[in-house]
């Protein structure tokens, strides 16, 4: 039994796992159907100016563009000051291994 265990791979069995974590939840949830249905809002049918929108449906697209770029400059910075660490690393273990050949 327990060699059986050893081939299975370790991200099957949390599959497993979480599976049956996520039985009891979904078991209590209350039937969807039994639930009093509402109305769907109307669809729309034409074009509404972002003017005459309510606030609440408004999304302001400049910071979050701000946002994106600055996290996506932050991790170009830390991705090249990694590689920067890195390369002084090995030419200063170059310089040692050049010391070492000439002595």
């Not at 309510?54 to 590689?83: C, H, S």
């Amino acid at each position: 039994m327990m060699r059986f265990l050893k081939i299975i791979p370790t991200p099957v069995v949390l599959l497993v796992l979480w599976m049956g974590a996520l039985a009891p939840m979904q078991a209590a949830q209350p039937d969807p159907a039994s639930q009093p249905r509402t109305a769907p809002p109307a669809a729309q049918n034409e074009y509404v100016p972002l003017s005459e929108l309510p606030p609440d449906e408004q999304l302001p697209a400049v910071p979050l563009v701000f946002i994106a770029y600055g996290l996506i400059w932050l991790a170009v910075l830390v991705y090249v000051i990694t590689i920067w660490r890195r390369q002084s690393a090995v030419a200063k273990e170059l310089e040692i291994l050049k010391r070492q050949l000439r002595s």
